[in-house]
């Protein structure tokens, strides 16, 4: 195994490998998982990386478990990346990717660092997991510690709704609804798991952004090993983007690119907290901010606990963050629907609502090349379901003919 142990991206603490950590004891930051890099270039090049099988689990030199685990795995995907020339061209722009990550076993990006904490979890002999969710991470979650054999505590809000508590409980995980903010919940989280050796693989849990980082790994192999110019991403925790820059970083470490994309962060306008950080030295978009329910239920977090990290390496690595409105975000869905087959959840369609204010901005130049992290499939939380739907026309058998001639 390569991996040293943890780091503090803050005062620069370092942590051992055989504890289990998840944030630094003097700046409550975010802990990051570091490798000893020197040794790996050798065991982690092109060549040997092109040889073989996709999937996340073929970059197991840069994942913190040792080289004899059987990785708990459902199936997940060295995802799509679709080259999107239709709607590249209906925004002036020719170089547009989706990274689609809704194809993964439980239907959004999730599954990665859900796959990696697993794993450590069983390397570590631990018997119980669990996370803090309504949504996405919480059915991904629940499935890998079915798959595992482990017991699972799921914790979320008590407004949950009925069909998001089905995706929860479907699986056997014990949820537990907690009238609670989501910060206080977080914190109390780990201090039980250590006390009761439950596992948390909370959005930002280090393993988790290990397993979040091999997006970034795909971009760059699948774009014949080179970096993209940019990556519009969306943010809730923070826990993703924090991945991505990690994965971009150590390929640049590690030899393999030489320069790191710029990342757009996308959150939407009602729950804005790395956009509004940000915004107070960069040029992201002034906008207002609304006391409703956005449709973008994945991306609600208000106190994100890797929003320091991700607003550090934004202005570290010249990323920006922008806030979009609800209707931007479903037309997005649509677009992304009509001209690449590709039907996203809120969340993950919010990227190109983002891309358009890029575009207008004029921070983006037509031939740069741009991946969009399309994080969610949409079948499980379409948003506003009536903004995507035509209402169909209604004919009689005898008049089907003759509609269908008309064209
Ligand atoms: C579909 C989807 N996209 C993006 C995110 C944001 O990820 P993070 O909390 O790591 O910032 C989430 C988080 O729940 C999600 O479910
Ligand atoms: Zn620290």
């Given at each position: 195994m390569n991996f040293e142990g943890y780091k503090c991206g803050f005062c620069g603490r370092e942590f051992f490998p055989d504890e289990i950590q998840y944030r630094c004891d003097l700046c409550d930051e975010p802990l990051s998982v570091v490798y000893e890099y020197s040794s790996l270039e050798k065991k982690t090049t092109v060549e040997r990386f092109s040889a073989r099988h996709s999937?996340?689990?073929?970059?197991r030199e840069l994942l913190p478990v040792v080289p004899s685990i059987q990785p708990v795995s459902?199936?997940?995907?060295?995802t799509p990346l679709h080259e999107a020339k239709t709607l590249a061209g209906s925004i002036g722009l020719s170089n547009v990717f989706l990274?689609?990550?809704?194809?993964h076993p439980t239907g959004s990006f999730k599954d990665r660092g859900t796959s990696v904490g697993m794993t450590v979890a069983v390397e570590r002999g631990v018997k119980a997991v669990g996370t803090l969710s309504h949504g996405n991470m919480g059915t991904s979650t629940a499935a890998y510690a079915a798959k595992a054999g482990l017991t699972c505590y799921i914790l979320a809000p008590a407004n949950i709704s009925s069909t998001r508590l089905l995706y929860l409980s479907v699986y056997g995980a014990r949820v537990i609804l907690v009238e609670d903010e989501y910060d206080a919940v977080y914190n109390e989280s780990l201090k039980i798991g250590m006390k009761y050796d439950v596992f948390f693989i909370n959005s930002d849990n280090p393993f988790r952004t290990e397993g979040s980082k091999t997006m970034a790994f795909e971009i760059v192999e699948d774009l014949g090993w080179e970096a993209p110019d940019w990556v519009v991403a969306p943010a809730s925790s923070g826990g993703m983007v924090s991945g991505l820059y990690k994965g971009f970083l150590e390929f640049k470490e590690i030899g393999i690119i030489s320069d790191i994309p710029k990342i757009a962060v996308i959150q939407p306008v009602n729950s804005k907290p790395i956009v509004t950080a940000f915004k107070k030295e960069a040029e992201a978009i002034e906008r207002v901010s609304h006391d409703f329910i956005s449709i973008v239920r994945s991306l609600g977090n208000p106190y994100p606990p890797s929003g320091n990290r991700v607003l550090k390496l934004l202005r570290e690595l010249k990323g920006t963050a922008i806030a979009v409105s609800d209707e931007e975000t479903s037309a997005a869905q649509r677009e992304m629907a009509r001209m690449e087959g590709v039907f996203a959840e809120p969340a993950g369609a919010i990227a190109l609502a983002g891309l358009k204010h890029l575009i207008k901005l004029h921070?983006?130049?037509?031939d740069e090349k741009v991946v969009l992290i399309v994080s969610g499939f949409g079948f499980r939380d379409p948003g506003d379901a009536d903004s995507l739907v035509d209402k169909p026309l209604t004919v009689g058998i005898n008049n089907l003919e003759s509609e269908i001639a008309r064209k």
């Open positions: 999937g996340l689990w073929k970059y459902l199936g997940e995907l060295a990274k689609n990550e809704g194809r921070r983006i130049e037509k």
